[in-house]
């Protein structure tokens, strides 16, 4: 089964709008064959998408810092919880677990996994899908500012293609597999030096 590493929010939003589609993320999921890897709390978007896919019965890993097991409530009801020394180390082994990655709506810590994941495909480090599930249009000014930083030169139009937006569960899951991120190219022109 592939694990498909998903990035979102402690909390659950305002609007339970978002809480309820990230259960149905979690359920197309399952029904796709896909496993996920999760920051493991039992809160928020977070614990909205583990327990959809706990509830289809589909694989669950939960990935947490021992410093945020009890801030962020570790989930109980998943088996196979990884509590790892600290942030970096989550980040890297959700990045080792998962086959691809999906960031829903959340604060500083989605944005902060979701742009370090497409750093390092910047950088080569991984050549894995990423999508941004675009509920109610939340990610729009993160699209925005990045086609503003490939306008202002600061990201080559390649790296705009490193992840895929959409605002439907079951579209997004169903194109994950055909997406390929670009290779990179050299980054740094003779002028850059």
Partial sequence: MPLL?????????????????????????VARG????????KVGMMGAVADAVLVAGGEVIGVIPDF???????HPDVRDMRVVQDM?????LMVE???????LPGGLGTLDELFETLTWSQ???????????????????????VDGAVRAGFCLP?????????????ELLDRLPHIHPPR????????DV
């Avoid at 677990?97 to 960031?103: E, G, N, R």
């Fill in 5 to 29: 590493g998903v990035y979102c929010g402690s909390s659950g939003g305002i609007d339970p709008l978002y809480r309820r589609a990230a259960a149905e993320f979690g359920r197309e999921m």
């Fill in 34 to 41: 896909y496993g996920l890897v999760y920051g493991g709390g």
């Fill in 68 to 74: 945020l097991a009890t801030k962020e409530l570790l």
């Fill in 88 to 92: 970096h180390t989550r980040k890297a």
């Fill in 97 to 103: 677990l998962s086959s691809a990655f999906v960031a």
């Fill in 123 to 145: 950088l080569g480090l991984h050549a894995k899908p990423v999508g941004l599930l675009n509920i109610a249009g939340y990610f729009n000014s993160v699209i925005d500012f």
């Fill in 158 to 170: 390649e790296h705009r293609e490193l992840f895929f937006v959409s605002d439907n569960s079951a």
């Fill in 184 to 191: 990179q190219p050299k980054w740094l022109t003779p002028d």
